[in-house]
């Protein structure tokens, strides 16, 4: 995920700013929840696991947000959030309140402690790698940044298997990308590019492409392979909605069409991705999760 503007409530120290999430600082994580692509824990959903996928994502927004925003050593505070999380599957109490919520949900859900490390060490990567030379490249960074959450989705509805586990991270890997696709001038300010190099080389795009005010023609096309690349594994993953049932069916296919929204939204910008905002629509995303779910084909 990309930066967010600075609070100016935080603190200016860095143990305090990874304590800001929590008590009656939450109304900034329900913002933040507010602006993703995909309905984080859908209103109809029954309330025990809506509470928990509440809780992950504000794990995941925290860690994101230490990563790409919190003031000094953020290799360190990601460390120490690493730390302190840990003590939740090694019989100890965590200090950072966004933690003390999903102790329950750990408990409630058996959650397994390797998706939360894998979205640090994905943060981690973010402070020492800016670039990635190829696709096979980025799509390892997705195993680590995007595909935990799939998994601990499965994990939150008991529905885990080692086949639906890999379905989903072609769905969460094609996700990322698309959000890629999206955040390309926001990621590029953050001094990261998430567009494979052999790609930029193959259409003809030069990274300072990417610091101009307009988008190229050669950087439309580019993003529009990119986008469109991301759909085709989406699809891929999709007969992981046949496998499930009910109200994990309808999760799963919220995130989904989050991710199709997404995609309409940029194809109504022309992939224009320097200048226009491609913010997806709330009707888009309520038939998309219709389509999803009963697994009509609509456009995206």
């Not at 935080?10 to 700013?17: K, L, N």
């Not at 993953?237 to 069916?249: K, M, N, T, V």
């Not at 309808?250 to 995609?263: C, F, N, T």
Request: proline share 6%; aromatic share 6%; glycine share 6%.
């Amino acid at each position: 995920m990309g930066p967010t503007q600075a609070d100016p409530a935080a603190a200016t120290t860095g143990s305090d700013w990874a304590q800001r999430p929590g008590g009656q600082l939450d109304a900034y994580l329900r913002s933040r929840s507010g602006t993703e692509n995909f309905p984080v824990a859908l209103r109809v959903l029954p309330r025990a696991p809506r509470t928990h996928l509440a809780a992950i994502y504000d794990v995941a927004r925290v860690i994101d947000d230490l990563g790409d925003e919190a003031p000094g050593d953020r290799s360190a505070l990601l460390r120490e959030f690493r730390d302190d999380a840990a003590l939740i599957w090694r019989g100890g109490k965590p200090t950072t309140p966004v933690l003390h919520r999903l102790a329950g949900t750990v408990a409630a859900c058996n959650l397994d402690e390797q998706p939360f490390v894998d979205l640090i060490e994905a943060n981690l990567q973010d402070q020492t790698v800016s670039v990635y030379p190829t696709y096979a490249d980025l799509a390892a960074y997705c195993e680590l940044s995007a595909n935990p959450v799939g998994r601990l989705v499965l994990q939150v509805f008991g529905v885990s298997t080692p086949e639906r586990v890999e379905l989903s991270d072609r769905i969460c890997t094609a996700l990322q990308i698309i959000e890629h696709c999206q955040d390309v001038a926001e990621d590029r300010r953050a001094g990261r590019i998430y567009l494979p190099l052999e790609d930029l080389d193959r259409y003809g795009v030069v990274q300072t492409d990417l610091d101009a005010p307009v988008t190229s023609p050669a950087l439309a096309r580019l993003v529009a392979y990119e986008t469109e690349r991301a759909m085709a594994l989406l699809g891929s993953g999709l007969p992981l909605i046949d496998e499930l049932h009910g109200w994990a069916r309808l999760a799963v296919s919220g995130y989904i069409a989050g991710g199709k929204s997404a995609v309409l939204a940029l194809r109504r910008a022309k992939w224009d991705v320097m200048r226009r905002s491609s913010q997806t629509r709330r009707l888009d995303v309520i038939q998309q999760i219709i389509a999803t779910m009963t697994r009509r084909k609509v456009r995206a």
